[in-house]
């Protein structure tokens, strides 16, 4: 059995695409039509697993077709299900790449040692990856950029980073 730590997210389905089943599907993927290449694809709980087949890409995601799915009802019932595969099917990593997955919920210290707060989430608007920071003394998230100069040191082992972040990114 798999345990929810050992699977990744790859997409969710976002809706009903058309009447005959098909559904529109966020790839989180780097290139988005590489989410065919991990069928089967199974839920969170491992209720279930489809295989995913692209009929085309649409604005914001990807028209495809899942095994057992034909109807738009059905299709309109798994609207918001997040799709996984077992980490040991996704290629390893070279060493200053990580999966996001992997970096939501390490702990922030600064060069210091000084605890600055958690990651909650990896966001990407065009420009390069964001890790969003929440923790003690913060009113609000911090959006710290996720480069060498400002985090110089992943170390996975320990379960943190450590950030060099610009100045007054952070309260003093």
Known sequence: MTKPD????????AG??????EVRLKSYTADP????DYNPLITEDGSQSFEVGILHQIKNGLSVRLTSVSTKEQADALKGVKLYVPRDRLP????????HTDLIGLEVVDTGGTKLGEIKSVLNHGAGDLLEIHGPGLKSSVLLPFTLEAVPTVDLDRGRVIA?????????
Request: one cysteine or more; proline letters at 11%; glycine letters at 12%.
């Open 16 to 21: 009903a695409f058309g009447v005959r089943g």
């Open 92 to 99: 390893s990593l070279p060493d200053d790449e990580f999966y």
């Open 164 to 172: 060099d972040p610009p100045d007054g990114l952070f309260p003093e």
């Open 33 to 36: 039509e590489a989410i065919e």
């Open 6 to 13: 050992d699977l990744i997210c790859v997409g969710a389905i």
